[in-house]
């Protein structure tokens, strides 16, 4: 009778020891999913950081677009007063001009 009840009294006293491993084991197991997660989404754009970077990105076009204008006005219109090599200067704008107008949208 004496045999009988150290089993029980053995697996009541491992039992607890025994949960702090199953919970070690499940963090181990689970652990390269939660890796591969954050993974992800660090490498991952969200929508929002998209359309902030296309926003950016066409403010830019446009004020590179802006820039290369104004310095074509300002081209033409001593080219207008007889300025040779401004008349130069403003067809090379001006080629620029139509090479980028199509990658940018419309200012509105």
């Not at 997660?37 to 677009?65: C, F, H, I, M, P």
């Not at 300025?83 to 107008?101: G, M, N």
Request: aromatic content about 4%.
């Amino acid at each position: 009778m004496k045999f009988g009840h150290r089993p029980m009294l053995l697996a009541v006293c491992v039992v607890p020891l025994l949960s702090g491993c199953i919970s070690t084991a499940a963090s181990i197991v689970t652990a390269p999913v939660r890796v591969a997660g954050k993974a992800v989404d660090w490498t991952t754009t969200s929508q929002s950081e998209s359309d902030r970077n296309l926003g950016r990105r066409v403010r830019k076009q446009q004020a590179e677009l802006g820039r290369i204008d104004r310095q074509y006005q300002k081209h033409l219109s001593a080219c207008r007063r007889g300025d040779q090599h401004a008349c130069d200067l403003a067809r090379q704008d001006y080629e620029q001009i139509q090479a980028i107008s199509p990658s940018v949208p419309n200012q509105r």
